[in-house]
């Protein structure tokens, strides 16, 4: 239960620290009690009275002042926390957790405490697009510290750019998706595909499918809630990528293809809820394709990579591969033969005829397809599916 949860907060100096209230509040109302611990020159920008208020517990701002009680006071959190969150996490304290310096309070917590640790980093673009900054985040992330955002946005100095600190929500709903649930994928890698792709026929127009993406953005979001390391293959879709998940922004199917080559490698699962273009234009035109004066238009298409099954061809025995199969009719014969001819261990297949189930819609009717069971399911929230999904992508990997 989230009231059994602790939640230690780490404020540190940049604008964005009055943020750091709105999230010590929405926490509160999930009943975590929540610890604030903050930086010198956070206390610049946001008083401690501010988040005492707020957390109903003391603010622990410096290592030498004498504490409430007997207790090395870092070391005592450290050990109380069940998770540990950043926000904002600038650029200076970034470099010191990827370093190991322990020169304050937080620092110092940080490095003791075993819990989770999630970040949310902000600042000037320019200092996120360093390199420094960027060695730094790669060191964090493979010690499995998480992140949410930086966002695009406007800045504190007036440029508009990426730097800008996730909103409080953002980080919220990260921070309880690391407190609740399962966590039967803790290490494990994830690759999901999701949304449509497009192939393009002139400057202005593309083919495409009614794809809406919702159903791997659930999975993804449900699988870094189970404590998977998740990297999204996107196609263009508006809505927008789960808290603490790696995106990588494709548009054609021979994109998609070329990420998924590159990264299935180090993936434990890939779970394949795109909906590629199984055709692309032989020779897209050049220029905007006009009108014929009542004649007819021919297109030439060429197939495209079958994804999937370049995927199970080459992957190794201990890796998992679930597909998803969109069908019109015959549901069942047309799935399974999909899944023997892709070697996947798991088809997911639905009717996008039926009610509820599909594109573009919140909710999903599946049948989990294996070369010897089928076992249909009644409508349910994407959500829902992705976490009987999770359920057979566990016992695959154990």
């Not at 964090?140 to 998480?146: A, I, Q």
């Not at 890796?319 to 997911?348: M, P, S, Y």
Request: proline fraction near 5%.
């Amino acid at each position: 239960m989230l009231s059994e949860r602790t939640v230690a907060l780490g404020v540190t100096g940049g604008i964005a620290a009055y943020k750091a209230a709105e999230i010590v509040t929405r926490l509160r109302k999930l009943g975590i009690k929540v610890f604030v611990v903050m930086t010198a020159h956070a206390r610049e920008f946001v008083a401690p009275l501010t988040f005492e208020s707020l957390s109903g517990n003391p603010v622990v701002v410096d290592m030498f002042a004498s504490p409430a009680r007997w207790e090395v006071e870092h070391i005592a959190l450290a050990k109380k926390a069940d998770l540990f969150v950043v926000a904002p996490a600038t650029a200076n304290v970034l470099a010191k957790m990827a370093n190991g310096i322990a020169d304050d309070m937080l620092t110092s917590t940080i490095l003791a405490t075993r819990a989770p640790v999630l970040v949310a980093p902000a600042m000037n673009t320019g200092m996120w697009d360093n390199a420094a900054t960027q060695a730094n985040v790669e060191v964090l992330r493979e010690r499995g510290v998480r992140f949410v955002g930086p966002e695009q946005g406007r800045l504190a100095n007036g440029d508009s750019g990426l730097g800008r600190m996730s909103e409080p929500e953002e980080v919220a709903r990260a921070a309880t998706a690391l407190l609740c649930g399962k966590r039967d994928l803790v290490g494990k890698n994830v690759l999901v595909t999701a949304g449509p792709t497009r192939e393009m026929l002139d400057p202005v127009r593309y083919l495409t499918n009614k794809s809406s993406g919702r159903m791997g953005y659930a999975i993804a979001e449900r699988a870094v809630a189970r404590g998977a390391n998740v990297t999204l293959v996107s196609g263009p879709v508006s809505i927008a990528p789960p808290p603490l998940v790696e995106v990588v922004r494709i548009d054609t199917t021979m994109r998609l293809f070329q990420v998924i080559m590159q990264r299935f490698a180090k993936a434990d699962a890939l779970i394949m809820a795109a909906a590629p273009s199984d055709y692309r234009a032989a020779e897209p035109s050049a220029s905007k394709i006009k009108k014929r004066e009542g004649k007819p238009l021919t297109l030439e298409l060429q197939e495209n990579p079958d994804v999937a099954a370049s995927i199970g061809a080459r992957r190794k025995p201990e890796q998992a591969l679930v597909v998803f199969a969109a069908e019109t009719d015959n549901v069942i014969e047309n799935g399974r033969e999909k899944l023997i001819r892709k070697n996947a261990d798991l088809l997911v297949a639905n009717d996008v005829t039926a009610e509820g189930a599909g594109f573009d819609v919140e909710t999903n009717v599946v049948t989990f397809l294996t070369r010897d069971s089928a076992e249909a399911f009644p409508i349910m929230s994407k959500h829902d599916v992705a976490d009987l999904l999770l359920d057979r992508v566990v016992r695959l990997l154990s």
